[in-house]
């Protein structure tokens, strides 16, 4: 029983190779886009009080200094690393690691009886791992496609906040959000679609353009202690919007795993 089972597994591997397509070896880089839309109502919040500040001691004559506002958060980099198996020439399945990284920070200074140091920075770091495929609808050359998946994607925000404000100030002020630094992490599953147009430089060299839109969204992000993210103080965990576009240029390389070489 065991050398037949032993000869049928090796029949069914044997069947396997021969009949198998091109494996692709792909990567891309190119700029992201993504909604990050509550970092960025916390650094409204931070500008509101910046502005605030600027304002105030840019007249007042016991206190010297300026600090710019934080740019808004969402667009950043985007990398990734590809492996798609070819079932025929219009139809590939396989799975993409991604990685987009998105950041904002400001710091300066206030200089009145002490020295009053502003100091925020946001850092938020994404890891996709994608399961789908592609179809060809036209190639003539150059290929025209579409793509899509589900994927699920790790987000790691890092924080770290100093607002301190001069003695000088003429009045209390509320709503200073909390100073400190975290890591905070979390993940949800999301979905992902595209269009691909890509033009054979060589039989196993392949270029081209991915066009990505992702929706997803994490209900809350938490440090390692269970501490839920609160970036602007109101008493309620910010949820996070990670959908958006990337574009990426790729290349990718194909391997002929058939035991003929692709051979007639």
């Known amino acids: 029983m065991k050398g037949l089972a032993s000869v049928l597994l090796v ?29 960025n109502e916390s650094i409204g919040v931070f500008n509101a009080l910046i502005d605030l500040l600027n ?22 980099v985007y990398l990734s690393a590809a492996e798609n198996y070819r079932l025929t020439d219009w139809l590939a399945l396989g799975a993409h690691v991604e990685y987009s990284r998105s950041s904002s920070s400001t710091i300066g200074f206030y200089q009145g009886s002490e020295i009053s140091q502003i100091d925020v920075a946001f850092n938020s770091h994404v890891l996709g791992v994608v399961l789908g495929g592609d179809i060809t609808f036209v190639d003539l050359g150059l290929r025209l496609g579409a793509s899509g998946g589900v994927g699920y994607f ?44 890509s033009y054979p430089i060589f039989e196993w060299f392949t270029i ?57």
Request: hydrophobic share 35%.
């Open 11 to 39: 029949l069914v591997l044997w069947g396997i190779a021969a009949t198998a397509g091109p494996l692709e070896l792909g990567f891309g880089a190119g700029p992201s886009f993504t909604s990050l839309d509550s970092f």
């Open 55 to 76: 304002e105030t001691f840019g007249v007042h004559p016991d206190v010297s200094g300026t600090v710019e506002p934080m740019p808004k958060m969402g667009s950043g």
């Open 154 to 197: 790790h987000t790691i925000f890092d924080r770290r906040a100093m607002f301190q404000i001069p003695e000088e100030y003429p009045e209390f002020i509320a709503g200073i959000p909390p100073e400190g630094e975290g890591r905070y992490t979390g993940g949800t599953f999301g979905l992902e679609a595209g269009i691909t147009l």
């Open 208 to 264: 081209g353009t991915n066009v990505i839109y992702r929706t997803a969204e994490i209900g809350s992000l938490s440090t390692s202690q269970g501490a839920e993210m609160d970036l602007d103080g109101d008493g309620q965990g910010e949820s996070v919007n990670l959908s958006g576009l990337a574009v990426e240029f790729t290349f990718s390389i194909n391997i002929d795993l058939s035991l003929d070489g692709g051979k007639e």
